[in-house]
Nanobody, 122 residues
């Protein structure tokens, strides 16, 4: 059993920054892949970023490349999403996800958090 809990969302002005955190509890495997997705009202769930738990490979969606950074602190079982230069289009519920396959689709991830709201004012 793996449980994921996100935190760090909130209201921020255009151009501002937020850092989201995802704490992983339960049994954690060294080769697990971690990712972030987001879902805006009326839209499908969108890939944001992903990485391996113990490796250094990272991948980003085109809309956030150069502005967002995914990282991890394995001693704390925590994955982060640093979001800079935020835009109103980034407004969405952000979800942490974990799985055992390398991919950028929601179906590539088995475990999901409950989500945290990010709102960027315009």
């Amino acid at each position: 059993q793996v449980q994921l809990v996100e935190s760090g969302g909130g209201l921020v002005q255009t151009g501002g920054s937020l850092r989201l955190s995802c704490v992983v509890s339960g049994r954690t495997f060294s080769r697990i892949f971690m990712g972030w997705f987001r879902q805006a009202p009326g839209k499908e769930r969108e890939f944001v970023a992903r990485t391996t738990w113990s490796g250094g490979n990272t991948y980003y969606g085109d809309s956030v490349l150069g502005r967002f950074t995914i990282s991890r602190d394995n001693a704390k079982n925590t994955v982060y999403l640093q979001m800079d230069s935020l835009e109103p289009e980034d407004t969405a519920v952000y979800y942490c996800a974990g799985g055992f396959y390398s991919g950028s689709r929601p179906d590539d991830f088995l475990y999901w958090g409950q989500g945290t709201q990010v709102t960027v004012s315009s």
